[in-house]
């Protein structure tokens, strides 16, 4: 056995093949109706090949201490079989020929065969579905287990990737992988990418080359009847060769569509027809261009940015900023800024903030609100916004206080001269303190920004209004709006300190 293949050209029942520490290249090449198991302390490389039949392949590592090389499983068989692994394998390929298809090839990564002692907690593993008409791949990492180097190459078929924590009630396992789609004739028509049960998928790339469409057409949850379904966060490290990402709204199987996303490089275009949740620090999340139709899309509550070059939101969009930042930077292109205050004012809604467009599921209908600012229009641009360099091209959007016009999270002596300014005019923005999204400064908008004179919106996110007394902050409006604010200014203004009274 030492350093010879071992080749079983054609048996019905069980070939269990134990091989020595020194042995180099085992193999077992077989055609099968029953089962193929190769128990091993793998040194070398190990190939093992399936020809036909209905088998089911096990790899397991008999020693804690042995770590191997790279194990070759080839399927050929013309109907479906199963392929499954236990840790300990230092590489896994996994191939399929151009043949009728491959089912269902699975990586536990963690204890599924618990009387395996000693299982490593990480491998890396290859998986190759060629041609084949219709593959299904699953990674899964178990409880405090991970799978890591995966990569996963599919072809022109109908391929299905996915990644899922392999407990859903211990769903604390992650995968990293690399998938490449084969673009075929439609840029990887019929691929999809699924990711689920709570579990993180860290993909390092989408490898290939052009840059691909990458659609999550089939990213869902699984509900398995207890009434608890969670979805998965796709975390993609390296975003340079997805030139398309779209998620879709609809799914063949009865589960909730949900894209958890993280983007640590940008994402070319990400094209939103069902749900995508931003996940994670927000430090920062980039898309080139993101497009929402009819579908919604969130970000965590963690004041984080999300930075595009450009947004379009149309059929019933949603853009759910919370707490976040927003930046536009529309350099070389056309100023989007009043489309961008037209979203917010669609989203606004008179204050309730459950229209379609950019929205907040922060704000509220007197206190907290997005307010946005034409960089063009300050004499000096903001240079940084949300912990990201901008310039005068950038449309910048935040969670603030109604009344602050010029977007610095707090509501003072600058936001009540802008609004002295432009009182009672039309055609007028946020920052020229139109707080109400109607195109117009007047007396609304005056008893907002009264309201919250001299508050922070970093206070009201602790919970917290500054430790002046509601007398002192109108007492202290009333004496900065003299000299400041115009004949009608001012008698809406003493209209409101007498009103409060």
């Given at each position: 056995?030492?350093?010879k293949?071992?080749?079983v050209?054609?048996?019905?029942?069980?070939?269990f093949v134990?091989?020595?520490p020194a042995?180099?290249?085992?193999t077992a090449?077989?055609?099968?109706?029953?089962?193929?198991?190769?128990?091993?302390?793998f040194n070398a490389?190990a190939?093992?090949?399936?020809?036909a039949?209905d088998?089911?392949?096990l790899?397991?590592?008999t020693?804690?201490?042995?770590?191997?090389?790279?194990?070759?499983?080839?399927?050929n068989?013309?109907?479906?079989a199963?392929?499954?692994?236990?840790?300990?394998?230092t590489?896994l390929?996994l191939?399929?020929?151009d043949?009728?298809?491959?089912?269902y090839y699975?990586?536990?990564?963690?204890g599924?065969f618990v009387?395996?002692?000693?299982l490593?907690?990480?491998m890396?593993?290859?998986?190759?579905?060629?041609?084949?008409?219709?593959?299904?791949?699953?990674?899964?990492?178990g409880?405090?287990?991970?799978?890591?180097?995966?990569?996963?190459?599919?072809?022109?078929?109908?391929?299905?990737?996915?990644?899922?924590?392999?407990?859903r009630?211990?769903?604390?396992g992650?995968?990293?992988?690399t998938?490449?789609?084969?673009?075929?004739i439609g840029s990887?028509?019929?691929n999809?990418?699924i990711?689920?049960?709570?579990?993180?998928?860290?993909?390092?790339?989408?490898?290939?080359?052009?840059s691909h469409t990458?659609?999550?057409?089939?990213v869902?949850?699984i509900?398995?009847g207890?009434g608890?379904?969670e979805a998965?966060?796709?975390h993609v490290a390296d975003a340079?060769?997805?030139?398309?990402?779209?998620?879709?709204?609809?799914?063949s199987?009865?589960?909730t569509?949900?894209?958890?996303i993280?983007?640590a490089?940008?994402?070319?275009t990400?094209?939103?027809y069902?749900q995508v949740?931003?996940?994670?620090?927000g430090?920062?999340w980039r898309?080139?261009?993101?497009?929402?139709?009819g579908?919604?899309?969130a970000c965590?509550a963690v004041?984080?940015?999300?930075?595009?070059?450009?947004?379009?939101?149309?059929?019933?969009g949603?853009?759910d900023?919370?707490?976040?930042?927003?930046?536009v930077?529309?350099?070389g292109e056309s100023?989007?800024?009043d489309?961008?205050?037209g979203?917010?004012?669609?989203?606004?809604?008179?204050g309730?903030w459950t229209?379609r467009g950019i929205?907040?599921?922060e704000?509220?209908?007197?206190?907290?609100a997005?307010g946005a600012?034409?960089?063009?229009?300050?004499?000096?641009p903001?240079?940084?916004?949300g912990?990201?360099?901008v310039?005068?091209?950038?449309v910048l959007?935040?969670l603030t206080?109604?009344?602050?016009?010029?977007?610095?999270g707090t509501?003072?002596?600058?936001d009540?001269?802008k609004?002295?300014?432009n009182y009672?005019?039309?055609g007028?923005r946020?920052?020229h303190g139109?707080?109400?999204?109607d195109g117009?400064?007047n007396y609304?908008?005056m008893?907002l920004?009264?309201?919250?004179?001299?508050e922070?919106i970093?206070?009201?996110?602790?919970?917290e209004?500054?430790?002046?007394?509601?007398?002192?902050?109108?007492a202290?409006?009333?004496a900065?709006?003299?000299?400041?604010?115009?004949?009608?200014?001012?008698e809406?203004?003493?209209?409101?300190?007498?009103?409060?009274q």
């Amino acid at each position: 056995m030492d350093g010879k293949d071992i080749i079983v050209a054609n048996y019905s029942g069980f070939l269990f093949v134990d091989q020595v520490p020194a042995a180099s290249k085992p193999t077992a090449d077989g055609n099968g109706d029953s089962g193929i198991e190769v128990q091993t302390l793998f040194n070398a490389d190990a190939t093992l090949r399936i020809e036909a039949g209905d088998d089911d392949t096990l790899i397991m590592l008999t020693d804690s201490t042995s770590s191997g090389g790279t194990v070759t499983v080839t399927d050929n068989e013309s109907h479906a079989a199963t392929t499954s692994y236990t840790a300990g394998v230092t590489n896994l390929i996994l191939r399929t020929n151009d043949v009728q298809a491959t089912d269902y090839y699975s990586n536990s990564g963690d204890g599924t065969f618990v009387w395996v002692p000693a299982l490593a907690t990480q491998m890396s593993l290859t998986i190759d579905t060629g041609d084949a008409t219709y593959a299904e791949v699953q990674l899964g990492g178990g409880q405090n287990r991970s799978v890591v180097g995966a990569v996963v190459h599919t072809g022109a078929g109908n391929d299905r990737v996915t990644v899922s924590a392999w407990d859903r009630y211990d769903a604390d396992g992650v995968v990293t992988a690399t998938v490449d789609f084969d673009p075929g004739i439609g840029s990887g028509l019929g691929n999809s990418l699924i990711v689920g049960d709570g579990g993180t998928a860290t993909l390092e790339k989408f490898s290939g080359s052009p840059s691909h469409t990458i659609t999550l057409s089939q990213v869902y949850v699984i509900d398995e009847g207890d009434g608890y379904a969670e979805a998965g966060i796709l975390h993609v490290a390296d975003a340079s060769s997805i030139e398309e990402l779209n998620v879709n709204a609809t799914s063949s199987y009865s589960f909730t569509p949900a894209a958890f996303i993280e983007a640590a490089a940008d994402i070319g275009t990400l094209n939103a027809y069902g749900q995508v949740y931003f996940a994670g620090t927000g430090a920062p999340w980039r898309a080139e261009s993101l497009y929402i139709s009819g579908g919604y899309v969130a970000c965590d509550a963690v004041w984080g940015t999300l930075r595009v070059d450009s947004l379009t939101i149309d059929s019933g969009g949603v853009l759910d900023l919370s707490k976040n930042y927003l930046i536009v930077d529309w350099t070389g292109e056309s100023n989007p800024y009043d489309t961008i205050w037209g979203y917010i004012g669609t989203a606004y809604n008179g204050g309730n903030w459950t229209g379609r467009g950019i929205t907040t599921s922060e704000g509220d209908s007197s206190v907290k609100a997005l307010g946005a600012m034409d960089n063009t229009f300050p004499a000096t641009p903001y240079s940084e916004f949300g912990g990201q360099s901008v310039d005068a091209s950038c449309v910048l959007v935040r969670l603030t206080l109604y009344g602050d016009a010029n977007v610095d999270g707090t509501v003072n002596y600058s936001d009540l001269l802008k609004l002295s300014q432009n009182y009672n005019q039309s055609g007028k923005r946020w920052y020229h303190g139109d707080s109400t999204y109607d195109g117009v400064v007047n007396y609304p908008d005056m008893l907002l920004l009264s309201q919250n004179y001299n508050e922070s919106i970093e206070d009201f996110d602790r919970m917290e209004r500054s430790s002046s007394s509601a007398a002192e902050r109108m007492a202290q409006l009333l004496a900065d709006a003299t000299g400041v604010l115009g004949k009608d200014a001012m008698e809406d203004l003493l209209a409101i300190v007498a009103n409060w009274q």
